[in-house]
T-cell receptor
Framework: DAGVIQSPRHEVTEMGQEVTLRCKPI?????LFWYRQTMMRGLELLIY????????DSGMPEDRFSAKMPNASFSTLKIQPSEPRDSAVYFC???????????????FGDGTRLSIL | AQSVTQLDSHVSVSEGTPVLLRCNYS??????LFWYVQHPNKGLQLLLK??????LVKGINGFEAEFKKSETSFHLTKPSAHMSDAAEYFC?????????FGSGTQLTVLP
């Protein structure tokens, strides 16, 4: 059974460039989460979707960040324009939770390590 | 409001000795509590979960945790540490509309 799949695993780009991170959740899961992890701030929840609809985007740092979920099997997190302080590991996770509840376990991908020069 | 406190940022044990990673929580509702493990360059992996059934929860890789409502604790234990247990561990509290992560405990296992 395939887990959560993220791509790319590593991305290095220059500041000002657009960055798109991709995630394929586990089939049948109806909630999808995007996280950012850094040494300074730890693990931060950026946004989560339930049944492809954004439920809470209060963790999105600023307007340069946007996330979409066009269908149940795909989501993107986009940064435009990117800045060096966006360098972090970005994780996608999915869960099977009725009503988008946050009281169910999540399955994490292996993350995208993003470096903005 | 809810909160999670992992009482130790770093724990070191010798291989073959017991592991204790401490987690206290605060919640106005019946909580769902989780322990996750993160190995280097990997995502978080679920070790175990408590969702108001048995208070002693057994997880993968020999780990278990006991939910103690009177102490508002959910400590993670393992009788005998293995080198492969070296990783970061997160205690997580979930409710219907809020998810709270602890700050993590880095476990080092000495040979």
């Amino acid at each position: 059974d395939a887990g959560v799949i993220q791509s790319p695993r590593h991305e290095v780009t220059e500041m000002g460039q657009e960055v798109t991170l991709r995630c394929k959740p586990i089939s049948g899961h109806n909630s999808l989460f995007w996280y950012r992890q850094t040494m300074m701030r730890g693990l931060e929840l950026l946004i989560y979707f339930n049944n492809n609809v954004p439920i809470d985007d209060s963790g999105m740092p600023e307007d340069r960040f946007s996330a979409k979920m066009p269908n149940a099997s795909f989501s993107t997190l986009k940064i435009q324009p990117s800045e060096p302080r966006d360098s972090a590991v970005y994780f996608c996770a999915s869960s099977a939770a009725a009503g988008g509840n946050l009281n169910q376990p999540q399955h994490f991908g292996d993350g995208t390590r993003l470096s903005i020069l | 409001a809810q909160s999670v406190t992992q009482l130790d940022s770093h724990v070191s044990v010798s291989e073959g000795t017991p592991v204790l990673l401490r987690c206290n929580y605060s919640s106005s509702y019946s909580p769902s509590l989780f322990w996750y493990v993160q190995h280097p360059n990997k995502g978080l992996q679920l070790l175990l979960k408590y969702t108001s059934a048995a208070t002693l929860v057994k997880g993968i890789n020999g780990f278990e945790a006991e939910f103690k409502k009177s102490e508002t604790s959910f400590h993670l234990t393992k009788p005998s540490a293995h080198m492969s247990d070296a990783a970061e561990y997160f205690c997580v509290l979930g409710s219907a509309r809020q998810l709270t992560f602890g700050s993590g405990t880095q476990l080092t296992v000495l040979p």
